[in-house]
């Protein structure tokens, strides 16, 4: 069976949860049209969470990597469109790494673009009474370092789509917050939509915000 690999983080920062490390559990061994869901946990760690993801793509073989990760003071599931070549972080990693300005890829493209169809997810969301929209930025810190990674990985083949999508908090971090259970049923709604549509609709306005 063709796999799907379904990341979250570890909690950051000095917190001690992290939703989209719950989602990625929640996920692991779910099966679908003919897909079998391999969710991970990758370290808060620039570098190591790379070499991680490396791994298990790897090992897993998959068609589809969707990497999940907390944006706290966001209000709604935001697929992100686009990964960007810098790690610029404003707070220290897991390990005490704290790098400034520096790209991520020496003399990489300064930008890739999500393979996932971000305006297709979003219109599911919609749908089901979710909240979502396109996201224009990942940050500078770990999430986009992963994206980044991920796709400078996939490049130049068509065989394996990837892409990121950022949460917010859980009502037990803060506000603004979606509960687990909704963030859940959003995240199967966005991998069910990225295994049945290969190319994004295409929209007057452009993207979905
Ligand atoms: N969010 C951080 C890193 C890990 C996570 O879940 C970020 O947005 O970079």
Redesign the pocket.
């Known amino acids: 069976m063709a796999s799907v690999l379904v990341t979250?983080?570890e909690p950051?920062g000095g917190a001690t949860e992290?939703p989209?490390e719950q989602i990625a559990r929640r996920l692991h061994g779910w099966q679908l049209e003919g897909h079998d869901v391999v969710g991970a946990v990758l370290p808060?760690a620039f570098h190591a969470a790379l070499r991680e993801l490396r791994r298990l793509i790897e090992q897993h073989d998959p068609v589809l990597v969707i990497c999940l990760?907390?944006?706290g003071g966001r209000v709604a599931i935001t697929p992100e469109r686009v990964a960007i070549n810098l790690d610029d972080a404003r707070i220290a990693d897991n390990r005490g790494a704290q790098p400034s300005d520096r790209p991520i890829v020496r003399g990489g493209p300064t930008a890739y673009w999500s393979t996932l169809p971000v305006n297709a997810i979003v219109q599911q969301l919609r749908t089901a009474r979710l909240p979502a929209e396109v996201s224009h930025t990942?940050?500078t810190?770990?999430?986009?370092h992963v994206f980044y990674g991920l796709m400078h990985e996939l490049r130049g083949q068509r065989r394996i789509r990837g892409g990121f999508i950022?949460v917010p908090w859980l009502p037990s971090q803060g506000k603004p917050a979606m509960s687990l259970v909704r963030m859940e049923q959003g995240i199967r709604l966005a991998v069910t939509t990225a295994i049945r549509v290969r190319r994004d609709v295409k929209l007057p306005g452009g993207v979905l915000h």
Do not use: L, M
């Open positions: 979250g983080f950051f992290n989209s808060c990760g907390q944006a990942a940050g810190f770990v999430c986009n950022h």
